[in-house]
């Protein structure tokens, strides 16, 4: 806002100093002669100097092509123009002047031509105009779109640029910019035919059209929003049956084998919102392979990595299609000494729920796991994990007792989780130094384990 002031205050200066003039002229030399005139005069410049009433808070443009601008509440945008050509009233007086005055009033006029070249060149230094593009283009200062620092704020220019080229530019005064210039953003699709709100709860009616939708359409957009759509509605009980009943399971499912990974996600967040229901898991058993292959071959810590391994959990929480995930037991150990924090809290949960079904205990404890897997019995990992990874613990050491897998450990390899989890006994020393842990739930498990030993 400096130049704008600076432009404000020449102006200012423009008009009462030519007014001071003509008060000097008009009281000492020309009162008798032109009062009428000077009575006509001072009727106009009330209107021409002035230019437009003044509201607080209204827009003003200053100066022909300065682009300074004014910012406020109000709607009202008064334009007022500082220059001879745009000032009737002012021109009119020294036009008239220079006819019945002498020599005060043209040294008037040549200050007045003066000060108003000056205020002109100063306040247009630093005016520009905006390129003529069809692209929206994002300013290099704001952040990019999807960013945590902000959203998308793009910048537009187009045909109304052209208009504009006579004095009228928006934007603030400012010098030539040694910025580099705006990148150009990807737009994915402006609009689209979608006739619900992601957030709508439908009727069966409005589903049917949903799936119709999602079943026809090759557009990434509209099947990411009617995914998102659908796995909303899964939420509720009446339209898990209701997405079934219309044959919903297939057309989502059929999805897991597109390569955009957005998608698969919203396919995963869809499907396990739907598996709650023990009719449909039935229904999506035998997609169950596909997602648990997908899963593992996918970015580690992903967001599809993690929606992939949400609806094997939920599938596995009973143990009717357990037996279809037992080829990757070895992955799935894998994954927990590789993944981040997230990730090895939802491997951990999925891995206990096989180590709740007995029968699938010899498969579990015969499989190969890292030895880097007793590094998660570690005070330094948080209350969750280490209440996660005691837990699975517990389970395997329950299970062997009770299916009596410890008097045959010759039929297990020295890689195999039988022998870490019960014949090294590095994870009961990791444990015991667990008893003295500062959190007090997992002090209590600690000793609930160790009192099952």
């Not at 601008?69 to 002047?97: R, T, Y």
């Not at 619900?196 to 990411?224: C, G, H």
């Not at 939920?314 to 009717?320: E, G, L």
């Amino acid at each position: 806002m400096g130049r704008t002031r600076e432009a404000g205050c020449v102006a200012a200066g423009v008009v009462i100093g030519a007014g001071a003039c003509y008060c000097v002229y008009r009281l000492a030399w020309g009162r008798d002669e032109n009062e009428k005139i000077w009575d006509e005069d001072e009727e106009s410049t009330d209107t021409s100097e002035i230019g437009v009433e003044t509201v607080k808070g209204a827009k003003t443009n200053v100066g022909a092509g300065s682009g300074a601008k004014l910012q406020g509440d109000s709607k009202v945008k008064p334009e007022v123009n500082l220059g001879l050509e745009d000032c009737p009233g002012v021109k009119e007086k020294a036009h008239s002047g220079s006819h019945r005055g002498g020599g005060l009033e043209a040294k008037a006029k040549a200050l007045f031509n003066t000060l108003k070249e000056q205020a002109s060149a100063k306040a247009g230094k630093g005016a520009r105009m905006g390129t003529i593009t069809g692209n929206r283009t994002l300013a290099p200062s704001l952040p990019c779109p999807g960013g945590r620092g902000g959203g998308c704020h793009p910048t537009r220019s187009g045909s109304r640029a052209g208009g504009r080229a006579s004095g009228k530019s928006k934007g603030k005064a400012r010098s030539k910019s040694t910025r580099a210039p705006a990148t150009t953003w990807p737009v994915r699709r402006g609009k689209f035919n979608f006739p619900y709100k992601i957030d709508d709860i439908l009727s069966a009616p409005d589903l049917q059209k949903v799936l119709n939708i999602l079943e026809r359409t090759n557009d990434p957009f509209i099947q990411e929003v009617a995914l998102v759509t659908l796995g909303n509605n899964a939420a509720y009980s009446f339209n898990q049956n209701a997405i079934r009943e219309l044959g919903g399971v297939p057309i989502i499912a059929k999805l897991i084998k597109t390569k955009d990974p957005i998608i698969r996600e919203k396919t995963y967040n869809a499907l396990n919102n739907l598996s709650v229901n023990a009719e449909n898991q039935g229904k999506i058993k035998t997609y169950i392979s596909q997602v648990c292959d997908d899963t593992m071959v996918c970015r580690l810590d992903s967001a599809v990595q993690m929606a992939g391994l949400r609806l094997l959990t939920n599938m596995t929480v009973t143990n009717h299609y357990q037996h279809l995930l037992s080829y990757s037991f070895p992955d799935f150990f894998a994954l927990l000494f590789l993944g981040n924090h997230f990730t090895k809290i939802q491997i951990m949960k999925l891995i206990i729920n096989f180590t709740e079904n007995p029968a699938m205990t010899r498969e579990l404890v015969s499989c190969k796991v890292p030895s880097e897997l007793i590094s998660l019995f570690n005070k330094e990992w948080d209350r969750e994990i280490l209440l996660n990874i005691l837990t699975l613990f517990e389970n395997i050491n329950d299970n062997i007792k009770n299916e009596g897998l410890a008097s045959s450990r010759k039929e297990f390899s020295r890689s195999s989780l039988f022998f870490l989890f019960k014949e090294s006994g590095v994870c009961v020393k990791k444990i015991k130094a667990l008893a003295n842990h500062n959190d007090l739930v997992v002090k209590v498990k600690v000793l609930k384990v160790l009192t099952k030993l």
